[in-house]
T-cell receptor, first 114, second 115 residues
Framework: DQQVKQNSPSLSVQEGRISILNCDYT??????FLWYKKYPAEGPTFLIS?????DKNEDGRFTVFLNKSAKHLSLHIVPSQPGDSAVYFC?????????????FGKGTKLSVKP | NAGVTQTPKFQVLKTGQSMTLQCAQD?????MYWYRQDPGMGLRLIYY???????DKGEVPNGYNVSRLNKREFSLRLESAAPSQTSVYFC??????????????FGDGTRLSIL
């Protein structure tokens, strides 16, 4: 049973517009959430994270929103650029009890068209 | 700054052969992890080492063994490779501590095919 779900396998967005990637989770013990970006033939690269005590975290063009009651988080990229084209993974951790272990979603492939 | 280095980058094995995947990090992190990624799937944790001298099973440990050689190095061994172990293997490290959330940093992976 998947604890972290990314229900959209792919997303296509025009350059300059907003990209919104979604992630749902089922484990209420998760208290730390991360987004990773992955290019082909490379390892995942850490993008942005959020603790469960916050509902928003922003870093440049990237903003992550957390809705704990809905067990939902989203990653907003504004404005989207062709270089953002990659697979984005959502991941979650139980924090204190997890020893840092992460549970990953299956990923969403983002294509940003010029 | 190399970060997390994995060797080899590619390997083809025959069923029943053994091999060791190497991982080294230069960030002085205490925790290290091994994941596998299969097509259309997220990363799944095989084994992890929360600190030097300790190792624990993750979600999919069967068919694998690990060694935390020192703080820098964490190896993954396939004793008798099976076609189901064809995958991309990623090593990661982090400075995890209770009460301090830190992201994991990944190597570029080892692409392993077992015939």
């Amino acid at each position: 049973d998947q604890q972290v779900k990314q229900n959209s396998p792919s997303l296509s967005v025009q350059e300059g517009r907003i990209s919104i990637l979604n992630c749902d989770y089922t484990n209420s013990m998760f208290d730390y959430f991360l987004w990773y970006k992955k290019y082909p033939a490379e390892g995942p690269t850490f993008l942005i994270s959020i603790s469960s005590i916050k509902d928003k975290n922003e870093d440049g063009r990237f903003t992550v929103f957390l809705n704990k009651s809905a067990k939902h988080l989203s990653l907003h990229i504004v404005p989207s650029q062709p270089g953002d084209s990659a697979v984005y993974f959502c991941a979650a951790s139980e924090g204190r009890g997890s020893q840092g272990n992460l549970i990953f979603g299956k990923g969403t492939k983002l294509s940003v068209k010029p | 700054n190399a970060g997390v280095t994995q060797t080899p980058k590619f390997q083809v094995l025959k069923t029943g052969q053994s091999m060791t995947l190497q991982c080294a990090q230069d960030m002085n992190h205490n925790s290290m992890y091994w994941y596998r990624q299969d097509p259309g799937m997220g990363l799944r944790l095989i084994y992890y080492s929360a600190s030097e001298g300790t190792t624990d099973k993750g979600e999919v440990p069967n068919g694998y063994n690990v060694s935390r050689l020192n703080k820098r190095e964490f190896s993954l061994r396939l004793e008798s490779a099976a076609p189901s172990q064809t995958s991309v293997y990623f090593c990661a490290s982090s400075e995890w501590d209770v009460g301090s959330n830190q992201p994991q940093h990944f190597g570029d992976g080892t692409r392993l095919s077992i015939l």
